[in-house]
């Protein structure tokens, strides 16, 4: 793997570029679904992107607290959502990249912070929770991150990771292509930390039996780009699909897609396969069970967006 410092250097280069840039009328392309749902025709994924900020946001329902830093927040979509449907009222969102920040900043007015996630800038137990989302997996040493989110946090700790075949991460090394996923993680993947005091809750999500049913609702167009040449998809495939885009738009609407959103984790909780996991990492040893209590719903998180925010015109 690439040296610290010039890894660090090549992420930080890469996603200041990732959050700089906009179509030809100036409109920021979003990393998150902040302007509602295939409101961003270049991002796909939506279904997934959706599926993983609803249980992250169910199980941050769990915990009181005024104070809430997230950990690689990109532009603030979950950071703002915290804000407006869970109250906390001290919000700080951190990211490698300060295009990102600057997003967050002008997007959603959150205090936002340029930070490694793996050196955080801030006191022992300054946040009641601590939040991070798909960004542990791009990190070249997670442990130390986690370690951090765990110095900076009061309480608690919810982190969300890909479950990926140990094969695609090798690959994914071995081209060294800037952004992608550097490490494997299980729903065992932090039991270390019991031994230090620490309680683990994993929670399975992203069923694979909805990988196609997410993909047609998803029906946004699609690059026929590096990933997938190395999975082996042939080009007339994404062709194909990029041809019936239209057709899937007018056959899948929002109300498909909440199903979708809340089906996943009903497969994930019958059968044992899984893209994805949540994880809730808690201090002195505090068991976490998820309990039912009032969260907010899948309707009311794709209800929370921004107008189209023009990147040229606001950085003249």
Do not use: W
């Amino acid at each position: 793997m690439i040296k610290s410092k010039d890894y660090i250097m090549i992420a930080k280069r890469f996603a200041n570029q990732e959050y700089s840039k906009c179509d030809s009328r100036g409109i920021y392309f979003a990393h998150q679904p902040i302007y509602g749902f295939r409101k961003d025709e270049r991002r796909n994924g939506i279904i997934c992107n959706y599926i993983r900020t609803y249980q992250l946001i169910k199980l941050l329902s769990n915990f009181k607290g005024d104070s809430l830093l997230d950990v690689g927040g990109g532009e603030g979509y979950k950071a703002n959502l915290a804000k407006k449907l869970l109250k906390f009222k001290k919000i700080v969102n951190t990211d490698i990249s300060h295009e990102a920040c600057k997003r967050a900043k002008e997007i959603f007015n959150l205090q936002s912070k340029t930070a490694d996630a793996q050196n955080l800038p801030f006191e022992d137990n300054e946040f009641d929770v601590v939040i991070s989302s798909e960004t542990i997996e791009h990190v070249q040493d997670y442990h130390r991150a986690v370690d951090e989110m765990l110095r900076v946090t009061k309480k608690t700790v919810i982190i969300t990771v890909p479950h990926e075949p140990k094969h695609v991460i090798e690959k994914s090394i071995k081209y060294g292509v800037p952004g992608e996923h550097v490490h494997c993680f299980n729903t065992s993947s932090f039991n270390y930390l019991n031994e230090r005091g620490f309680s683990v809750f994993a929670k399975k999500i992203l069923s694979p039996i909805l990988s196609i049913p997410n993909t047609l609702v998803d029906a946004s167009p699609r690059e026929y780009n590096d990933f997938y040449k190395r999975a082996g998809y042939p080009k007339i495939l994404v062709d194909t699909y990029n041809a019936l885009v239209p057709i899937f738009r007018k056959l899948f609407d929002e109300k498909i897609a909440v199903k979708l959103i809340k089906t996943d984790e009903v497969l994930c909780n019958t059968f044992p396969l899984y893209k994805g996991i949540v994880f809730v990492i808690q201090k002195n040893n505090q068991m976490f069970k998820e309990v039912n209590i009032k969260y907010p719903s899948v309707e009311e998180i794709l209800q929370v967006t921004v107008p189209f925010y023009y990147l040229k015109e606001n950085n003249k």
